[in-house]
């Protein structure tokens, strides 16, 4: 008795020989969806909105808009987008780097018009760039002399300030005298918001001498020139907090949402953090630079970032941005492709040379070491990897040189990889809706949503025999037909057939061959596919 049973569909493996893989994996899967243990096709990618062309990053804003028809944001260079933690923020104010310098923008401000976003501002507050003016006013003044230092900063409608202007010249004058206050510089041209200046004056406090709230005057960009105030010997506020705070600079890029209010990005050769919810504010000295190598790209397990780069990880852990704590990871496998890394909630994947990489909790692995040979991985060209997340699997899209093709795997369970014969250039995932969107063209599409399905095509392990026989029978049991099968033995095709039904169906006879693949290829799930010497033994599948 000889009986083949080809069943469990776990998709294609090229590290093992055809004739050593278990009887569940083949050498062939295409548009294959994993998850029911049958072959199973993906629906077709249902289009939901039409954006400009050549776009490179999409990303939806008005995620409380029920439809996803709305709104969609599009750049033309790939954009890392983070929207803000401020959960009572109805104005979705969302930031992102790659489209020049750092910016930020909301729904009023990006959904004016198409295409979006309308506009923008920068995501930052210049620093004042001369000192204020200041000067004793006239009058009897009895008190001891004292010494005074100035600073100011700018303030936008947002409540965001500056880092503070150059400190004024000392002004020693009596204790119980006013002085006149003034020389605010004019701000640079952008569309910063200004809406008032803050003024500090210097105070001996449980600290030292720091700068201390004085007053607040309200300006706009062709009023702060003229402003001027008064230093009326009022109580001082709190101390000046944003000493320290610079704004983000030009070349931020790979904008990252952390733990605690923080955000992390890539500046030259360092990972830099923002204060906490202060999102404009980027301290130096918050940097971490990984010891040996330049950072490519950021991923979040947890409360750690993995920062991947041109040599070792970098793993990144702390409760606030002043007090981050670094540890390279053993495991050299550097990044090759940014836009491949996707954070999974349980661990970060990544495209390097070798395959496509892991860290979680388990530590560090690579996916692909017994899916791929690493000849079979470079034919992928991984420098061209986009990667996103969907329903736990991770999402590739890959450049081979023949166009865009794609393909998914189980990080969970990474025994076989399932390809598709279509890539996207650009992806979204969309937390609120749990749904992974793709860009064809000027078509943004919901994945796995349309009502027609894919082409699925699976070809079987090579079952091999040790005396050369011929099999009589088969049968392929699925949900719909038609199915079409072929019979590969020996290396050749012997036999297709168009099936039309669950009956079994006569095998060509003349031939002995040694080794045998099934193939099939089908627009409905198909559960098993058989062969035997006679229809009495497909009875036992």
Not at 88 to 112: H, I, Q
Not at 378 to 387: D, H
Not at 406 to 416: D, Y
Not at 509 to 514: A, D, M, P, R, Y
């Amino acid at each position: 008795m000889a009986v083949i049973r080809w069943a469990g569909f776990a998709g294609e493996n090229r590290a093992l020989h055809p004739k050593l893989l278990p009887d569940n994996l083949g050498t062939l899967s295409r548009n294959q969806k994993p998850g029911r243990g049958d072959l199973r096709p993906w629906k077709v990618p249902l289009s939901v909105s039409a954006v400009s062309a050549g776009a490179k990053t999409i990303y939806r804003m008005g995620r409380d808009v029920a439809s996803d028809a709305n709104y969609w944001l599009t750049w033309p260079t790939v954009v890392h987008a983070v929207r803000g933690f401020d959960v009572s923020d109805s104005t979705e104010r969302t930031y992102y780097t790659g489209d020049g310098a750092p910016k930020v923008t909301s729904n009023t401000m990006a959904l004016a018009s198409a295409p979006y976003p309308t506009t923008s501002r920068p995501m930052g507050m210049p620093a004042p760039t001369a000192a204020p003016s200041v000067s004793t006013n006239s009058g009897s003044w009895t008190g001891a002399t004292q010494t005074y230092f100035y600073v100011y900063t700018y303030v936008n409608d947002w409540g965001w300030e500056s880092a503070p202007s150059p400190v004024s010249a000392q002004q020693n004058r009596p204790a119980d005298a006013t002085a006149a206050i003034s020389g605010f510089a004019a701000m640079p041209a952008g569309n910063f918001g200004l809406a008032a200046v803050r003024v500090y004056r210097t105070q001996t406090g449980s600290s030292g001498t720091e700068f201390f709230f004085l007053r607040e005057i309200a300006v706009s960009g062709a009023t702060v020139a003229s402003a001027s105030t008064t230093d009326d010997n009022r109580k001082l506020g709190e101390v000046m907090p944003s000493t320290t705070w610079i704004t983000p600079p030009d070349d931020l890029s790979f904008l990252t949402g952390l733990w605690n209010g923080m955000m992390a990005a890539i500046s030259g050769t360092a990972v830099r953090f923002c204060e906490a919810y202060t999102f404009y504010a980027w301290p130096i000295a918050y940097d971490v630079v990984p010891p040996d190598s330049k950072p490519v790209g950021l991923g979040v397990v947890g409360q750690q970032l993995v920062v991947l780069t041109t040599g070792r990880p970098l793993i990144v852990t702390g409760s606030n941005p002043d007090s981050m704590d670094q540890m390279p990871l053993e495991f050299a496998q550097a990044c090759v492709s940014p836009r491949s890394i996707v954070s999974m909630g349980n661990g970060v994947v990544w495209a390097s040379d070798d395959g496509l990489c892991w860290y979680g909790s388990g530590g560090p692995s690579v996916l692909t070491a017994g899916v791929m040979m690493r000849e079979d991985w470079q034919a992928l060209k991984p420098s061209s990897i986009i990667g996103k997340m969907y329903e736990g699997l991770y999402f590739g899209s890959y450049d081979d040189g023949s166009g865009r093709k794609g393909f998914v795997i189980n990080p969970a369970e990474p025994r076989g990889i399932y390809f598709l014969d279509s890539g996207y250039e650009a992806m979204h995932f969309d937390e609120l809706q749990d749904q992974l969107y793709v860009l064809d063209g000027t078509s943004v599409k919901r994945w796995d949503a349309g009502a027609s399905l894919m082409t699925v095509k699976a070809k079987s392990k090579t079952f091999s025999f040790l005396a050369p026989t011929n099999l009589a029978v088969a049968t392929v049991v699925a949900d719909a037909y038609p199915v079409t099968f072929k019979l590969h033995v020996d290396g050749a095709i012997k036999y297709t057939k168009t099936v039309t039904s669950r009956q079994p169906f006569r095998l060509p006879s003349g031939f002995l061959g040694f080794d045998w693949q099934m193939e099939v290829e089908a627009s409905s799930p198909i559960q098993v596919v058989a062969l035997a010497n006679a229809v009495s033994e497909l009875g036992q599948i």
